[in-house]
């Protein structure tokens, strides 16, 4: 049953309603375990961002002017670590799915609320350990490659840890998704009627709970190395550096899918919403969600078609990554079907999916030229790869994240965003963003290697455009910042459904009471029945 | 240094394959792109909704199995074709090439070392006849680095404890760069070497010819020696701080160590510098020189010794009361 | 790291609250094993690749103690699992017994260890000393911690049964707590003949 579009007084606050320190510390609701994490993301996204700013600061020259070299490594592997495991994993699962999975199923919170509370403060526990080990910074890369990492004088062990236990948050955050999506769904909410973001969550939390537990033994044996003097990747000792490329890679590469199938599932709420029309496909969205999670787990060697994998591991790899691209496909060819015909409104929420649809497919089309072995001897570990993960997990996560916090922010503070001032952070934005990063294509292409902290004059031109460019990008996201600061306290109030939509969320108020639902809602009907109904049986 | 960069300098036999492939997945990928992003923004054009325009009433189309089976079979075909092509024309980057001369690489932080056939090992330079295939046996000393050329469009990481090998062959002359491209610590972007390709006599006359040139004036020679040899990636001559002191006035200095001694920087210190880089480790300093015995014969180093000696206050040693003697460290 | 499943106020129907926590456990187990897979898939490229070594190095390990912790943890499996049936049947003295049993039997499966390394230790055999000992103490330091952590997750359960907790209804954490444990044991159970009793 649609609610009214009527507009709810302000001082209505639903689940804000409580104040205090502890009844957020210790809450058990899943909306505000949702907010906290929101708010913890995304301070670790201006700060990652910021390291990125200081990255491209220095990358004005070719030759060290502002940081040493030692520095410019510290800062790009603390650009890299900040913004991969305190934003861009836990952002849209931890944050948006804690505040969403038990309002789109029908509940009145996740399987394990306690759980869900200690996941936040382990995750918060662990950002400390990891801040802690910016007293010897990491000089490593992201990527942590033995056996440098073994070796270097920086606090790896600490941040070793820090990572462990930000990973088991993500672990404990999935297992209770995965049990909610089971066990809580409303009565007449078979699987075929569930919003597609809870199949995208649901996907990302069995690769969560799968995949994550690699990466802790494999940050666990590191530390052991340093500390217990053990060899399993070092050559002096009988090890092999390659086993760890193969453990951190058995993680990292499916770790991609968690940063993207949620934003995709945030896509596919929003299009058939602003569209007015069902989605297009809905169980081939679904089964690709699934298709994504497994195949993401076949294909890690693809980042080490150079590290002396045997040729025939090469070629196994290589076959293997191009078969990912044919689920993600399916969902850009849906997305857009679902357009066909449809009523649209470009209001912000729409204007950030669309873009992350054409950001996503860039950096998913240039996917390709790292997954053919010819081709990746060319242009592994340059610029070409910097740009490719940057259109993805920036272009394509970032702005899906961007539009589910457009396309929820009425719902979670009660408040409308000003339409105008994101479209104006939006212009900037996708204008910035394609500077800083399309520049990197080229400067790579002519072999600029990456994590250089000086390089050959003749990249310099790209290194100034892409450098403008990343000053252009911070302008727009600083005026995203400012419209969501000043309408949490000076925006329209929000009606229960600003859009229209027909998922569950829509028929609560904005913000939601603490209980979510009055009654629990007996489902009859999938939640895409827009438009015109030929026979009307509510089946997908 | 030659700018072979450009989109058309492909200098070695597989490197326009490479190309090749790279064009052709570009047109695939180009083609994907507007077909999609063209229908995208058509679409949205389109079917707008005009504001004030009450909600039009759209058809209820929920999915289309044809299309599902459409684009999932047409994209497989054309990826597993990059596929096939990339496979193709990396098996001949990968295939070794028979009669290839061997050149051992030896990578450590911060420089290069090739050992060519005839024994000799010169730093951060690589030496080749043109259209003869090269293979290259590459092993590193410490951590991960990889050799890439960006000109023959290769790249092969180099493991400490193993081999790793490269084959190529040179198809034009002309000075070509190689990066490391393993992130390898500090000195990781000055880590450069050049290959030299030559025409075949001038490379047997390179072969053959003598060292160094006799008239030079031992300092000069000496600067010469420093610049090619990687020593300017550790240290400056300008007294700015790197990786490793600086050799600006470092001749005839006291010398702090890391044992909590002195030691004057004479000739001696100079040269056990050189070939033993750990025995006296400058306090502040890490311990990650590498040694430069068989790279630098005797004479070089008596001519690397001269050159820093114009760096430094003029001529004598001034032994410092609170030194040591180095009377009974001298070997 | 603990593994408390909580009782939520999500659920009004006990049966969907059972059938989660169960639920859970597994999932729990599961990303267990994946994190012990590693480790598994470590000792086998090694042992492919040094296979005079593990045979050399696996008869310096000491087999009376292994013997006697596999025969400790397979009886503490069995106490818990009858402590289990008891609560069951609604016996809420033999579950306090059988706890406190299954506690210290992971308690002298610990301390056996602590001597069995303190041991090998005064014979020089260290992580360090090779691959075969590196993952040795790795392997079984793990599973160690996971015996402890069983151990404390079982002092809480002891104290909430003592309060009088769990009844014929109702014993969903004792439950999840003995698939835990079960699934300590079952790990030992692989790490015993991979390292003491294969040549």
Redesign the interface.
């Known amino acids: 049953m649609l609610a009214d579009a009527a507009a709810v007084t302000p001082a209505y606050k639903g689940y804000l309603e409580k104040k205090g320190f502890w009844s957020w510390a210790l809450t058990l609701d899943h909306k505000r375990i949702g907010v906290m994490y929101l708010l913890t993301t995304l301070l670790f996204f201006l700060v990652g961002g910021l390291f990125g700013l200081l990255i491209r600061l220095e990358l004005l020259k070719p030759v060290a002017w502002v940081f040493s070299p030692q520095t410019y490594n510290e800062l790009f592997t603390i650009h890299g670590t900040v913004l991969i495991f305190l934003f861009i994993i836990p952002a849209i699962p931890s944050g948006l799915g804690n505040f969403f999975i038990p309002i789109l199923i029908g509940a009145r919170d996740v399987a394990f609320p306690r759980l869900n509370i200690m996941s936040y403060w382990i995750f918060v526990f662990g950002i400390l350990v990891i801040l802690g080990s910016l007293a010897h910074p990491m000089d490593t890369g992201w990527t942590f490659y033995t056996p440098y990492s073994a070796r270097t004088d920086a606090a790896v062990t600490m941040l070793s840890l820090g990572v462990f236990m930000v990973g088991m948050s993500s672990i404990l955050t999935g297992l209770n998704f995965i049990v909610t999506v089971h066990k809580l769904r409303a009565p007449g909410m078979g699987w075929y009627r569930m919003p597609l973001f809870i199949w995208a969550l649901y996907a990302t939390s069995i690769i969560q709970v799968v995949a994550t537990p690699v990466i802790g033994m494999t940050f666990l044996l590191l530390a052991a190395e340093r500390v217990l003097g053990i060899g399993f990747f070092d050559p002096a000792k009988g090890g092999d550096p390659i086993l760890f490329q193969h453990f951190f890679w058995f993680y990292s590469h499916p770790v991609v899918y968690v940063m993207i199938l949620p934003a995709m599932g945030i896509i596919t709420e929003i299009i058939p919403t602003f569209s007015k029309k069902p989605i297009f496909g809905y169980k081939a969205i679904a089964y690709s969600s699934l298709a994504l999670a497994f195949a993401g787990f076949l294909v890690w060697g693809h980042h080490m078609f150079t590290a002396g994998m045997s040729v025939v591991a090469d070629i196994l790899f290589s076959v293997l990554t191009f078969s990912v691209a044919i689920p993600t496909g399916v969902k850009v060819f849906n997305w857009i079907a679902t357009l066909y015909k449809g009523s649209i409104s470009l209001d912000s929420p729409m204007i950030y999916a669309l873009t992350f649809i054409f950001l996503f497919v860039i950096g998913g089309l240039t996917g390709m030229f790292l997954g053919s072995l010819a081709t990746d001897v060319e242009v592994h570990n340059t610029y070409f790869l910097v740009a490719h993960f940057h259109y993805t997990m920036m272009g394509g996560t970032v702005m899906g994240f961007f539009a589910g916090l457009h396309y929820w922010f009425p719902k979670m503070t009660g408040r409308m965003l000003d339409e105008r001032l994101a479209k104006v952070a939006w212009a900037i934005i996708l204008v910035g963003f394609n500077i800083t990063f399309f520049t990197m294509f080229i400067a790579g292409y002519r072999g600029m290697p990456r994590r250089f902290a000086e390089y050959l004059p003749m990249y310099q031109p790209e290194n100034v455009v892409s450098s403008i460019g990343a000053v252009i990008l911070t302008a727009g996201i600083a005026v995203m910042f400012y419209n969501f600061v000043r309408s949490l306290f000076k925006g329209d109030p929000a009606p229960a459904n600003p859009w229209g939509g027909r998922t569950l969320e829509w028929q609560v108020a904005s913000p939601p009471p603490e209980h979510n639902f009055d009654t629990i809602p007996t489902i009859t009907e999938w939640p895409y029945g827009y438009g015109k109904r030929a026979g009307g049986d509510g089946k997908p | 240094m030659n700018n072979a960069f450009n989109m058309t300098g492909a200098a070695s036999q597989t490197a326009g394959q490479i190309d090749n492939v790279f064009i052709f997945i570009l047109s695939i990928g180009i083609f994907f792109f507007l077909v999609t992003q063209g229908a995208l923004i058509y679409f949205v054009i389109r079917y707008k909704k005009r504001k004030g325009d009450p909600d039009r009433e759209t058809p209820y189309i929920t999915e289309s199995r044809t299309l599902e089976r459409i684009w999932i079979i047409v994209p497989s075909i054309l990826v597993l074709a990059i596929f096939y092509y990339g496979y193709v024309v990396f098996m001949k980057v990968k295939t070794p090439i028979q009669g290839a001369s061997e050149v051992n690489v030896v990578a450590s932080q911060w420089l290069w070392k090739f050992r060519y056939p005839d024994g000799r090992v010169v730093v951060n330079e690589l030496r080749v006849p043109l259209g003869k295939p090269v293979q290259l046996t590459m092993t590193s000393t410490d951590v991960i680095h990889s050799f890439y050329v960006p000109d023959y469009r290769v790249n092969q990481d180099i493991l400490p404890g193993r081999y790793t090998y490269l084959w190529f062959t040179p198809d034009k002359t002309g000075e070509f760069v190689v990066f490391c491209n393993q992130y390898c610590g500090v000195g990781h972007s000055e880590m450069l070497a050049k290959i030299i390709v030559m025409p075949q006599a001038d490379y047997d006359r390179w072969l053959t010819g003598a060292p160094a040139a006799g008239g030079a004036p031992l300092a000069g020679r000496g600067e010469q020696l420093v610049k090619n040899s990687g020593c300017l990636a550790c240290h400056s001559t300008d007294g700015t701080l790197k990786v490793g002191p600086t050799l600006k006035g470092l001749y005839g200095s006291s010398v702090a160590l890391a044992d909590g001694s002195a030691v004057l920087a004479d000739d001696n210190y100079m040269k056990e510098s050189l070939y033993e880089p750990g025995a006296k480790v400058v306090k502040g300093f890490p311990n990650v020189m590498p040694t430069f015995k068989g790279v630098l014969t005797d004479d070089d180093v008596t001519a690397v010794i001269a050159y820093i000696k114009t760096l430094g206050p003029a001529g004598h040693m001034e032994p410092d009361e609170k030194a040591e003697t180095n009377a009974g460290t001298h070997r | 790291?603990e593994n408390?499943?909580?009782?939520?106020?999500?659920?009004a129907d006990p049966m969907?609250s059972y059938?989660?926590a169960k639920?859970?456990i597994w999932?729990?187990l599961?990303?267990?094993v994946?994190?012990?897979?590693?480790?598994f898939m470590?000792y086998t490229?090694?042992r492919i690749?040094?296979p005079e070594l593990f045979h050399q190095d696996h008869l310096k390990l000491n087999r009376t103690f292994g013997m006697v912790n596999t025969l400790v943890l397979i009886t503490s499996s069995l106490s818990v699992a009858v402590g289990i049936a008891g609560i069951r049947r609604g016996r809420q003295a033999l579950l306090k017994v059988c706890l406190v049993v299954t506690m210290l039997l992971g308690a002298t499966f610990l301390t056996i260890k602590y001597f069995e390394w303190s041991d090998d230790f005064a014979r020089g055999l260290?992580?360090?000393t090779?691959?075969f000992f590196?993952?040795y103490?790795?392997m079984v330091g793990?599973h160690g911690i996971h015996v402890f952590a069983g151990i404390c997750v079982m002092a809480v359960m002891l104290v909430m049964a003592q309060r009088g907790a769990f009844n014929k209804a109702y014993s969903t954490p004792v439950e999840i707590t003995g698939v835990y444990w079960h699934f300590v044991d079952l790990v030992w159970i692989y790490l015993f003949p991979m390292f003491y009793l294969i040549g």
Do not use: C, H, I
């Open positions: 790291m408390r499943k909580g009782k939520a106020e999500a659920f969907v059938e989660s639920l859970g999932v729990f599961m990303t267990e994946l994190l012990f897979g590693g480790l470590t490229v090694f690749k040094y260290y992580p360090r090779d691959v590196s993952l103490f790795v793990l």
